[in-house]
């Protein structure tokens, strides 16, 4: 049983140390745009706040049927943008 433990400890501490992959290939097959619900979350800010960025031109999106979408490079610089929470 140990040397099991050696093994799996061993996979997960090279499994995810980040020099070993690509950005392209942890995060490749996310979507290129997510929904206000969606970028709420990510930015961690209300949906109503993200619905106001929109309209004053802060975050730029598109709109596909009714729905408005936002690209997620947009919201990584909007994130950057933000400060910190404690």
């Not at 997510?34 to 961690?44: A, G, V």
Request: charged content about 40%; overall charge positive; hydrophobic content about 35%.
């Amino acid at each position: 049983m140990a040397e099991r433990e050696r093994l799996f400890s061993l996979i997960a501490r090279k499994g995810f140390d980040k020099d070993n992959y690509t950005y392209d290939e942890v995060f490749g097959d996310l979507p290129s745009t997510l929904t206000i619900k969606e970028s709420s979350e990510y930015l961690e800010v209300a949906e109503v706040t993200v619905r106001r960025w929109a309209k004053e031109g802060k975050l730029p999106f598109r709109k596909v049927g009714k729905n408005y979408v936002f690209g997620v490079d947009d919201l990584r610089k909007m994130k950057r943008k933000q400060p910190s929470k404690p």
